[in-house]
């Protein structure tokens, strides 16, 4: 029997996560389930550029919240409707990365860290100032108020993103470049790879997903504020959960995604008197994932079946009679 | 206006006075322990915390309390330096990132800390010099320095004038900068690197930590405050070159001298935006620093 190949896989998980909304229909579930997505997409956004390339962004929530002020302005200045509204937020991400990356991604290392940093910083300062977006007090859109179709579209953004990260970064050359430049860049150089192109197309191919992804939340949620969409905690937490699923690998970050919102929700949902305290668990959650796992969940998952399936054909050879 | 341009040039020469401290601490961590550090800011607003909560529970002046505080953060850089030291050494991948993050993730957790301890009030530190200034008029210009500011610059150089003279003169100075040139080469000359990276954390952060109990007094003490600080040690620390110290005080002023001249003719609410944008303006054009003497 032939072996499925992985792209199939990846379109009947998609398929059938698909069927899920048709089977649970209320309202709470269905909330959770598209924000759970949310967070899958912009993991996997963020450790296309963190873990494939080797360069910490910490100015992810910037693409979020320009693709959710897009949208949201486009919906109520200009009356479009959604869909256009999403993918014009999708391609102002991207432009935003493209003029931003370009010389953002010279600087190497913390430099890198510090300048998305402030660049992020820097745009919520602007959001915060404008009079256009609102200000401190952030726009209200139109309610649409259909959890169904919510969860839908999530699952055809973070869907479609999952797959096209898994076709360039495993089944395409690209992702190897990637890792070249992420364990040597000037030896990357020396083979003939251009790392200043594949560094920038990685930095807008994780920009423009994340864009469509701000939309769709502002759409949803019909509230944004230049804190609930570029505020620290929208990188901070797609940093947590990347790196406590395992850098590099597209599986494990949704896996520490999910994890880690389950975990959220079910703090929410209990411990809601100490809010508070979940900053101290996700600073601790991260300390204690770089400190004991630092390959992350799935890193460590699939580090040690390498490492069984290594020593039973080493086992096997060893039985071999000899001639 | 004209007339408060000798104000908003003392104001930010007052105002930069207490980052240098905290620049310098930041630059001498980088420069041994190579550790970007994300929790400088929150090890400031700690400081401010532990000293408000001294002088409360000991009704004293909170800065009779920069002793303690110095001593309590000291202590915490201390045993906390192996913890860093494992996360940099052994043989995982991109062990500098790795640091990066464990700092950010520590960040987080003091920042959430506080949030539960002391709540999401601003306040401020009240000490003896907080009422007390002295005003100058000369002609239409007049001049107002309050004490308090005026004590940060005094402390601020006697921390730089203590650190100068610790790494110049002292034989735990000469290790330090043996280390900090060639780590294995100084343990071949007998230098103890575990108990020199540890002592240099140790004294970075508790020389931040004492910052805060200025920054607190000066400015205010808010539990949330960590992030934004965090960035103006960037912004000194960038602006002067990673690891060039006598860049730091002309970057502290600037600081300083941005901030007031915001305050005072433009917009107060463009301060932020204006200092995060030139930082990173800066690291685009020029990553080693205004002096291009950085590593």
């Keep these: 029997m032939r072996k499925i190949p992985a792209w199939l896989w990846i379109l009947l998980t998609v398929g059938a996560t698909g069927l899920v909304p048709v089977v649970m229909t209320d309202a709470f579930f269905l909330r959770l389930f598209t924000e759970a997505l949310m967070w899958i997409g912009l993991a996997i956004t963020w450790d296309l550029v963190a873990g494939y390339t080797g360069y910490l962004n910490f100015g992810h929530g910037v693409s979020f919240g320009i693709g959710a ?3 949201a302005l486009l919906i109520m200045r200009a ?3 959604f869909g256009p509204a999403a993918v ?3 391609v102002a991400a991207g432009l935003m990365a493209l003029i931003a990356g370009w010389p953002t991604l010279r600087l190497r290392g913390a430099y890198f860290a510090i300048g998305t940093w402030a660049l ?3 745009i919520m300062q602007l959001a915060l100032v404008l009079n256009f977006t609102g ?12 959890p169904k179709f919510f969860a839908w579209v999530m699952l055809g953004v973070v869907g479609a993103t999952f797959l096209t990260l898994w076709l360039f970064l495993e089944e395409a050359p690209f992702g190897l470049k990637l890792k070249a430049i992420r364990e040597d860049e000037l030896g990357s150089l020396a083979i003939g790879i251009n790392p200043a192109k594949l560094k920038l197309q990685a930095y807008v191919l994780s920009a423009v997903p994340v864009g469509v992804i701000g939309s769709v939340y502002a759409y949803w949620i019909t509230f944004i504020d230049p804190v609930s969409t570029l505020g620290d905690l929208i990188t901070d937490q797609a940093v947590v959960m990347a790196i406590f699923g395992g850098l590099g690998t597209l599986i494990g970050p949704v896996i520490g995604a999910i994890l880690f919102f389950a975990f959220k929700t079910y703090f929410w949902a209990y411990l809601s008197d100490y809010q508070v305290l979940y900053l101290i668990i996700l600073g601790l959650a991260i300390a204690a994932t770089v400190f004991f796992l630092p390959d992350g969940f799935w890193g460590t998952v699939a580090r040690r079946q390498e490492g069984r399936r290594a020593l039973q054909k080493g086992m096997a050879l060893a039985q071999l009679p000899e001639k | 206006m004209l007339v408060l341009l000798p104000q908003a040039i003392i104001d930010g020469v007052l105002l930069g006075g207490i980052y240098l401290t905290v620049a310098m601490g930041f630059s001498l961590c980088y420069g041994v322990l190579h550790v970007i550090d994300f929790a400088v800011g929150e090890w400031i607003m700690l400081g401010a915390f532990v000293a408000l909560t001294v002088s409360t529970w000991l009704h004293m002046d909170p800065l009779l309390s920069l002793p303690v505080v110095f001593v309590v953060f000291a202590a915490v ?4 330096q192996p913890v860093l030291h494992r996360v940099l050494s052994g043989s995982r991948g991109r062990p500098v990132l790795m640091a990066l993050v464990f700092t950010f993730g520590l960040a987080l957790a003091f920042r959430g800390g506080a949030l539960t301890v002391f709540g999401i009030f601003t306040r401020s530190l009240n ?3 907080s009422q007390g200034s002295w005003s100058i008029s000369w002609g239409s210009f007049f001049l107002t320095v309050p ?4 004590a940060g610059l005094v402390y601020a150089l006697a921390v730089m004038g203590a650190l100068t003279y610790l790494l110049k003169k002292t034989d735990f100075g000469l290790a330090v900068r043996a280390v900090a040139q060639n780590k294995e080469a100084a343990g071949l000359m007998g230098v103890d690197i575990k108990r020199t990276c540890a002592a240099v954390y140790g004294l970075y952060v508790g020389v931040s930590a004492m910052t805060g109990v200025f920054v607190g007094a000066i400015v205010s003490l808010n539990a949330a405050m960590g992030p934004d600080l965090s960035l103006f040690a960037f912004f000194v620390v960038v602006l002067a070159g990673m690891g060039y110290l006598p860049g730091v005080p002309w970057a502290s002023f600037l600081l300083g001298l941005i901030q007031s001249f915001f305050l005072i003719y433009l917009n107060p609410s463009y301060v932020l935006l204006a200092l995060f944008t030139i930082l990173y303006v800066i690291l685009v054009i020029s990553p080693t620093g205004m002096f291009r003497k950085g590593v």
Excluded: E, Q
């Design chain 1, 120 to 122: 992020n910083r820097a």
């Design chain 1, 79 to 81: 009356g479009w409707p």
């Design chain 2, 77 to 80: 850089g201390w045993l906390l």
């Design chain 1, 69 to 71: 002020y897009t949208a």
């Design chain 2, 147 to 150: 004490f308090i500011r005026l």
């Design chain 1, 135 to 146: 200000g401190p007090d952030g726009m209200r859109l139109p309610p649409f108020l259909d």
């Design chain 2, 127 to 129: 000490t003896a010099l």
């Design chain 1, 88 to 90: 014009a937020g999708g």
